[in-house]
């Protein structure tokens, strides 16, 4: 499987007069009731259409494909469903983190995510909306944590935030799309656990 960018597809920056953005929102917010409802396949073009209020055409005018608007309508509900925490703590930080992230996706939504990465697949017009919209947000959102534990001294040196981000919540995808094991709070504790193993400064003897 790769999402990998492939020319000449791209997610174009939204539109910007009032009356686009109206269609859009409207749109966005139609086709995640849809997906809330019955998941990617009760998301068709037609559906939201009829949801929205706003003609096929103008939902073809912004998005290539019915996947497309999914994924990016898809992308907004999980930034609201999983706030990065902020306590002050970025170790504690970063294992809530994965707690949220692992409850998200052990609900209807992590199926709807499963099916949001095959369709890309087939999709080459719809991945690139599901990489803006949802996974460079998620890691935009993991990098901001992972700079904090670097600005408190508790990184080990030399750990991107890239890499960081793979061994934290790779493991979560993982388990969604095999089900060869749960996901549930103590299990996203003992992955956490393991992966800041290996994340965490080491700490001088007798300190």
């Known amino acids: 499987?790769?999402?990998?960018?492939?020319?000449?597809?791209?997610?174009?920056?939204?539109?910007?007069?009032?009356?686009?953005?109206?269609?859009?929102?409207?749109?966005?917010?139609?086709?995640?009731?849809?997906?809330?409802?019955?998941?990617?396949?009760?998301?068709?073009?037609?559906?939201?259409?009829?949801?929205?209020?706003?003609?096929?055409?103008?939902?073809?005018?912004?998005?290539?494909?019915?996947?497309?608007?999914?994924?990016?309508?898809?992308?907004?509900?999980?930034?609201?469903?999983?706030?990065?925490?902020?306590?002050?703590?970025?170790?504690?930080?970063?294992?809530?983190?994965?707690?949220?992230?692992?409850?998200?996706?052990?609900?209807?939504?992590?199926?709807?995510?499963?099916q949001l990465l095959a369709a890309c697949v087939t999709d080459p017009e719809a991945a690139p909306y599901f990489r803006t919209y949802f996974l460079q947000a998620r890691r935009a959102g993991t990098a901001l944590l992972w700079d904090r534990l670097v600005a408190q001294g508790k990184a080990r040196a030399g750990i991107s935030s890239e890499t960081a981000t793979d061994i934290l919540f790779g493991p979560l995808i993982f388990r969604l799309l095999t089900g060869h094991a749960r996901l549930d709070p103590e299990q996203a504790d003992a992955i956490s656990a393991a992966a800041l193993q290996g994340l965490l400064a080491v700490e001088p003897a007798g300190a």
């Open 1 to 114: 499987m790769s999402l990998r960018a492939e020319p000449p597809y791209a997610a174009p920056a939204p539109a910007l007069h009032p009356r686009s953005v109206r269609a859009r929102e409207a749109v966005l917010a139609a086709t995640a009731a849809l997906l809330a409802e019955g998941g990617l396949g009760a998301a068709t073009v037609g559906a939201i259409s009829t949801r929205s209020g706003v003609s096929k055409m103008t939902i073809y005018k912004h998005w290539p494909s019915r996947t497309a608007v999914a994924a990016e309508a898809f992308g907004r509900r999980m930034a609201d469903c999983v706030p990065l925490p902020d306590s002050g703590d970025a170790v504690a930080d970063l294992r809530e983190q994965v707690r949220r992230v692992s409850a998200f996706y052990a609900g209807e939504t992590g199926q709807v995510f499963r």
